[in-house]
């Protein structure tokens, strides 16, 4: 009945749901959720798009997957420059001129070279995150500014945590606050739920449809099947569950034009029991009379809640790679994106995989 039904309407399903529909295949995209998008998906709040599952800034070094992403809504000029707050103090990230002047008073690149150089702690095998961190940056930008930010993240003190969780902490010698060094930046003028909605016009979807509660059903009535759902949900985790590391929210209207004049700040101390607050109005340069504000919370994930961050760890990677093998042994589905590949994608990754997929798919 279709030659391709596509499990999941995140970002990767929407991709190929638009490559499939363009190239003349019959296609069904089905969504256990109620509304496409996937984690991307923004909701209108006071005239003001939401970023329901966190903050979302589109950032590519390559022009196709620019040019791809403003074929279907353009994209505004927004720069992620995030902040920090401790002890009653701002600075700016990530770490560069502004910060190291914030933290030490260093002028010059010289200057704060030097100082970096003096605050080095020397741990040539660091046992946990916190001797791996004072290696890298110091004392005084790890108790400032990741220390508390970290355990929040993670749960557990920083000298529980393997050294690996961190493997760089870039350093920019320059007066540059701009987060992300790709040369292609923006948020979707629309939205994220339009930019991807657009993609999915002329297809037929299915939402509300959980595609494992009748998988054998929908097996039968595809040529092929994309699976963006968990890899280990659809072999019934036969081998075991992999765990996730999941965060959640709390959103509020306030009466306010503008609350804290940046789109993001991350709370960097360990009292505070938010590890950011996010102004969505700020992304799209906004100004309607209130705002709308999200805390987020990092909580350890649970069966039921909402899987973010696959974890990182040896035996969940192992037991991922059991799953892997049994997927390349599958005639007739693939598995993508963030949950079917158990990896972090951000989204310019998420297009450059489906495009790459696509092509594969139809040879
Ligand atoms: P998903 O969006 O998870 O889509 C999978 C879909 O499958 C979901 O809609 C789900 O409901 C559906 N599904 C699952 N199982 C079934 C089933 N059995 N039946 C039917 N449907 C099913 N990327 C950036 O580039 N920039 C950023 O600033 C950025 N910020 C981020 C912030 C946070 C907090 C997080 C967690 C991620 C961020 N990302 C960012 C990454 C971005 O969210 C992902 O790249 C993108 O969401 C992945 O899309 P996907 O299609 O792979 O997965």
């Not at 999941?8 to 749901?17: H, P």
């Not at 590519?60 to 505004?76: G, I, K, L, M, Y």
């Not at 985790?237 to 004049?261: A, P, S």
């Not at 007739?332 to 972090?344: A, C, D, M, N, P």
Request: proline share 4%; glycine share 8%; aromatic share 16%.
């Amino acid at each position: 009945e279709y030659d391709l039904i596509i499990v999941g309407s995140g970002l990767y399903g929407c991709v190929t749901a638009y490559l499939a529909h363009q190239a003349g295949w019959r296609c069904l995209v089905i969504e256990k959720r109620a509304f496409t998008g996937g984690n991307i998906r923004d909701e209108v709040r006071e005239g003001i798009n939401v970023h329901s599952y966190g903050p979302h800034v589109f950032h590519t070094r390559h022009q196709e997957v620019w040019d791809f992403a403003n074929r279907f809504t353009p994209f505004n000029h927004f720069r992620y420059c995030p902040l920090a707050r401790y002890g009653g103090n701002m600075y700016n990230l990530p770490f560069n001129m502004h910060t190291f002047y914030q933290l030490y008073g260093t002028q010059t690149p010289e200057e704060a070279a030097l100082r970096l150089r003096q605050e080095q702690g020397l741990y040539p095998h660091p046992r946990n995150l916190e001797e791996k961190a004072v290696s890298m940056v110091g004392r005084t930008m790890y108790e400032t500014l990741i220390k508390g930010y970290t355990e929040k993240q993670w749960g557990r003190k920083a000298t529980e945590l393997p050294p690996f969780i961190i493997e760089r902490l870039p350093l920019r010698f320059t007066f540059d606050n701009n987060y992300f060094n790709d040369p292609y930046q923006g948020v979707p003028m629309a939205g994220y739920s339009p930019w991807v909605d657009k993609m999915l016009e002329g297809t037929e979807v299915r939402l509300n449809t959980d595609f494992l509660a009748d998988k054998d059903y929908w097996m039968k009535k595809a040529g092929h099947v994309l699976y963006t759902g968990a890899i280990d949900a659809f072999y019934d985790y036969v081998l075991g569950k992999l765990e996730y590391r999941t965060v959640r929210f709390e959103t509020e209207v306030l009466d306010t034009d503008n609350y804290q004049g940046v789109a993001v700040v991350n709370y960097t101390d360990r009292e505070t029991p938010y590890t950011r607050v996010i102004e969505h109005k700020h992304f799209e340069f906004g100004t309607q009379k209130k705002t709308v504000i999200s805390r987020e919370y990092s909580t350890d994930w649970k069966e039921g809640m909402e899987p973010y961050y696959p974890v990182n760890d040896a035996r969940n990677q192992e037991l991922y790679q059991k799953y892997a093998a049994l997927a390349e042994k599958e005639e007739k589905v693939i598995f993508g994106g963030r949950l079917g590949e158990y990896k972090y994608y951000d989204m310019d990754k998420v297009i450059e995989a489906a495009l790459n997929q696509w092509e594969k798919m139809q040879r």
